[in-house]
């Protein structure tokens, strides 16, 4: 099956610095990426995703990347804010074939300093 | 338009008890997703069901554990004789029917706690 590895497990950055974080999958079949943001006792929420038919996609402050070569694809996010500090999950699916459930990366834990 | 609805928030209890959790997906999903995350871990995938039918249970435990998604009325996860491990929270998701790449909304999830 599907195995999602994200890095770094946790990110330290000062406000207005950016932010990188990586994941790497392994099926080739995948073909859509999504990120979630969770905040501590809430649900996963999504902030951008992006599908195998593109490199790249942004939204405000907000990208995601994609090499389907390489299998890994990044988010950045820039200009960070306080409030940007949360767990963040990438994940990856193969929506073509039987295997439509999202398999996640492990997460990471950005903290945003003022 | 309401989004996926899980009930209870918070369910306590006793080892050896049966727990319920209860999923509504959002208007118009037909597909169920049921993932488990425990204190300070990922998601991990449980099961993905369609209206009476699971399609994916390769994260169900073998034991213990069943799912359903009835014609009608939410989707239930069942945990018979629960024991401490089972503690965590317990998170349901939808997605509309058909094609590739459709996005996935949370509810706000079930946390279990099994004393």
């Known amino acids: 099956g599907e195995n999602v590895e994200q890095h770094p497990s946790t990110l330290s950055v000062q406000e207005g610095d950016s932010a990188v974080i990586k994941c790497t999958y392994s099926?080739?079949?995948?073909?859509?990426f999504p990120w979630y943001k969770q905040e501590l006792g809430k649900r996963p929420q999504l902030i951008i995703d992006?599908?195998?038919?593109?490199g790249e996609k942004k939204d405000q402050r907000i990208a995601v990347t994609l090499n389907k070569t390489a299998k890994h694809f990044s988010l950045h996010i820039t200009e960070t804010q306080p409030e940007d500090s949360a767990v963040y999950f990438c994940a990856a699916s193969a929506t073509d074939t039987g295997r439509r459930a999202l398999t996640f990366g492990s997460g990471t834990r950005l903290q945003v300093q003022p | 338009n309401a989004g996926v609805m899980q009930n209870p928030r918070h369910l306590v209890r006793r080892r050896g008890q049966e727990a319920r959790l209860r999923c509504s997906p959002m208007?118009?999903?037909?597909?169920v997703y049921w993932y488990r995350q425990l204190p300070e871990e990922g998601l991990k995938f449980m099961v993905y069901?369609?209206?009476?039918?699971?399609?994916?249970e390769s994260g169900m435990p073998k034991e213990r554990f069943s799912a359903e998604f009835p014609k009608e009325g939410p989707s239930i996860l069942r945990i018979q004789q629960v024991v401490r491990g089972d503690s965590a929270a317990y998170f349901c998701?939808?997605?509309?029917?058909?094609?590739?790449?459709?996005?996935?909304?949370f509810g706000e999830g079930s946390w279990l706690t099994v004393v």
């Open positions: 099926d080739s079949a995948s073909n859509y």
């Open positions: 992006i599908r195998s038919n593109v």
């Open positions: 069901l369609q209206k009476e039918n699971i399609i994916d």
């Open positions: 998701a939808s997605s509309p029917s058909g094609f590739s790449g459709n996005t996935i909304y």
């Open positions: 208007k118009g999903h037909s597909h």
